[in-house]
């Protein structure tokens, strides 16, 4: 099992790829399944990049999009913009 140390690292890791991937790609939206194959190409477990979108998306930083019963989209807030690109700035500038 991780440590809980071990998964907030993972987490913010995943955050930082995620933002990372929609500051390179602005128009980019697509459903969890497709940002976890397309995007992360399975690196990563659908629950734990279910759980970063949801901060993201509580967060503001994110826009989710109900398509259907069982589809959303997810992509970039515009007007956060500046604000994911100083996030992900300080997260490549710590140690």
Do not use: C
């Not at 440590?3 to 995943?14: F, G, M, T, V, Y």
């Not at 933002?19 to 477990?45: G, M, S």
């Not at 999009?65 to 992900?88: F, G, W």
Request: proline share 5%.
């Amino acid at each position: 099992m991780n440590r809980p140390d071990e998964i907030n690292e993972k987490k913010q890791e995943l955050t930082t790829k995620i933002l990372k991937y929609l500051l390179a790609n602005p128009n980019a939206q697509d459903t969890r399944r497709h940002i976890v194959k397309w995007w992360l190409f399975d690196q990563y477990q659908t629950k734990l990049v279910t759980e970063v979108l949801d901060k993201l998306e509580a967060d503001g930083l994110v826009i989710a999009q109900q398509v259907s019963p069982s589809e959303t989209l997810y992509k970039m807030n515009p007007l956060r913009r500046d604000e994911i690109q100083a996030m992900v700035n300080k997260d490549d500038s710590a140690p």
